[in-house]
């Protein structure tokens, strides 16, 4: 079947869509008239005749959505587990950066991710991880090269080069960060960075970026020619923030995307079409929500085969119930039903292999592992709620027995990140506020960007318990108290993604973030904003395994003060 004869009504489609307020991306209104689709492909739009008929009933047809940035590892999900959770929400392509499996298993696991995409409901296309490790100060279990995300590259899927994370290393024009810039299109990650350090970052050849938390920020970057990609994840709330600028000067270069989102945000709530529901609660108009979360998205990454209804395009369509839930009705993908009535058949996982799931190599913890000396003053990093950044205060600390300890009646818990990989036995130790931690503690494997063993707690017992726990299990989340484990979520695949069907994760999950508000934890998602604690490259104050970084400094500082 040729599409043009399609299209030109001399043969007959596949599907035909009638009765449907089709909406274009382009002029942002609504039209009243057929869709009809050929070997997965949209062939026209008018009256057609013949093929297998479809009575929309008055309903809004949109493009599939499309996620601009996202990391699928952060769903704790395989890509199949992952697809069928977003699919049903009218999801039907995502541009991933799979930095998280890249650091714990190098090249060897994104290419992993890419063939554990294939043949999905979903498009998963990927962008090369370019800073693999985030900084020196962080240990992961692989490195990748510039040769490396040149060889990701080749692949059929991959777009361009993932998010330069140092930003740092960007704008003073270090040559060997300059080197990773392998592609023409290149994602950004330029928390707080603004002025003449923005220029510079944008010289270089970044296009995007996805780290605004605030009004200003956004417009600089979009003034300056970035693509401005509005974020809802678990603990980076900023769709609200920044709606201002699609209010005041229209959603031109402006796109949606997720970054990290957990499993039971995904399944309760949903993905693209959550923040759809979000952005026209907060007055936005419908039809520039929509061209934010498809057209947009497509054209941010130079997917024109995608991103609206038209001639020649993909054939990945989403019909509403209405513009105020966008509550998918159906879903089509490739013009094939994948979900309908916010459900989905189980897809088919491919098999995960051996390497993928030995991953933990800790090296056995010592007596006095978590213990930190009696110091008179010390840095306490601070979490604000709803971000990733968080702020570096000083404080005096609890001392007992010639040791600092944690003091839950003054918010300050322990916090240590332990060397998950090569087994060296290091350990960084801090100390945290902002969790509400009374009793206990919680840990996990999944400890953003290299993926070590990351735990804070009220005592050293719990911390110790639920470490031990997660070495002995391969990886994942867990909770303890009084010296002994309460719950966990297993998640073996690279000690970050469970091989279970995203209801069980989820269950498991929320029964976890049960038991930590029951210790004292009011963080609506305390396992991501853990995980972000980890991160060297995002504001103020974080810690890895070699200690507390002062990122705006850019070094590695003691505790003591």
Same mark, same amino acid.
């Given at each position: ?21 089709? &909406? ?36 809004? #047809? ?42 714990? #298993?190098?090249?060897?696991? !994104?290419?992993?991710? #890419? ?61 060997? !960060? ?124 130079? #997917? ?43 897809f088919a996982a491919a098999p995960i292999p051996e390497f993928v799931r030995a991953t933990m190599r800790s090296a056995p913890l ?152 029951e210790q004292g934890v009011g963080d609506d998602a305390p396992f991501m904003t853990l995980s972000f604690l980890a991160l060297s ?16 400094? &850019? ?7």
């Amino acid at each position: 079947m040729s599409l043009i004869a399609v299209a030109r009504g001399d043969e007959p489609p596949d599907l035909v869509i009638t009765g449907a307020q089709v &909406f274009s991306a382009f002029t942002r209104e609504w039209l009243e008239l057929d869709v009809a689709i050929a070997g997965g492909r949209i062939a026209g739009l008018g009256a057609y005749d013949g093929g297998t008929r479809v009575d929309a009933d008055g309903h809004w #047809l949109v493009p599939g959505f499309i996620d601009a940035h996202v990391h699928i590892e952060s769903s704790k999900l395989v890509p199949a587990e992952f697809a069928r959770a977003v699919v049903p929400h009218g999801t039907t392509a995502v541009v991933t950066d799979p930095h998280e499996v890249g650091n714990v #298993l190098g090249l060897a696991g !994104v290419e992993w991710m #890419l063939a554990a995409s294939e043949s999905l409901p979903l498009d998963v296309f990927v962008m090369a991880p370019s800073c693999v490790p985030a900084s020196s100060f962080e240990s992961p279990g692989f490195a990748l090269e510039a040769a490396d995300m040149e060889a990701i590259l080749r692949h059929p899927r991959a777009l361009g080069v993932a998010e330069m994370m140092n930003f740092p290393g960007v704008i003073a024009g270090d040559p060997e !960060v300059l080197a990773r810039i392998v592609s023409s299109h290149v994602d950004g990650h330029a928390p707080g960075v603004t002025g003449r350090a923005l220029n510079a970052y944008i010289a270089a050849g970044v296009r995007s970026d996805h780290e605004a938390t605030t009004l200003s920020e956004a417009l600089e970057k979009r003034q300056r020619g970035m693509w401005v990609l509005i974020r809802e994840a678990s603990n980076a709330h900023n769709l609200r923030d920044l709606l201002p600028l699609v209010r005041e000067f229209g959603p031109s270069w402006c796109a949606f995307c997720t970054d990290d989102r957990e499993p039971d945000l995904l399944f309760r709530e949903g993905h693209i079409d959550q923040m759809c529901r979000i952005a026209v609660s907060e007055g936005i108009a419908a039809e520039d929500a929509l061209v934010m979360a498809t057209l947009h998205a497509a054209r941010a990454h130079g #997917l024109l085969d995608r991103g609206a209804i038209a001639p020649g395009l993909r054939a990945d369509l989403v019909l509403l119930e209405d513009l105020t839930e966008f509550r998918p009705l159906r879903v089509w993908k490739d013009g094939e039903l994948v979900a309908s009535d916010g459900g989905a058949e189980a897809f088919a996982a491919a098999p995960i292999p051996e390497f993928v799931r030995a991953t933990m190599r800790s090296a056995p913890l010592a007596a006095d592992a978590f213990a930190i000396a009696e110091t008179a003053r010390v840095r306490v990093i601070e979490t604000i709620p709803g971000q990733l950044i968080t702020l570096a205060r000083e404080d005096e600390p609890t001392v007992a027995d010639g040791c600092v300890i944690a003091d839950p009646a003054r918010d300050l818990a322990k916090i240590a990140v332990i060397e998950r990989h090569h087994a060296t036995g290091r350990i960084g130790l801090g100390l945290v506020r902002g969790f509400g931690l009374q009793t206990g503690a919680f840990a996990s494997t999944v400890a953003h960007d290299a993926h070590n063993l990351v735990v804070v707690g009220a005592d050293d017992a719990s911390m110790r318990a639920c470490a031990e726990r997660l070495q002995e299990i391969g990886g994942g989340i867990a909770v303890g108290r009084d010296g002994a484990v309460r719950g966990e979520l297993a998640l073996p695949v690279a000690g970050l993604l469970s091989d279970a069907p995203v209801e069980d994760v989820v269950t498991a999950l929320e029964a976890l973030q049960y038991m930590l508000r029951e210790q004292g934890v009011g963080d609506d998602a305390p396992f991501m904003t853990l995980s972000f604690l980890a991160l060297s490259v995002i504001p103020a104050l974080k810690i890895t395994d070699r200690g507390l970084v002062d990122v705006e400094r &850019f070094e590695l500082v003691p505790l003591a003060v």
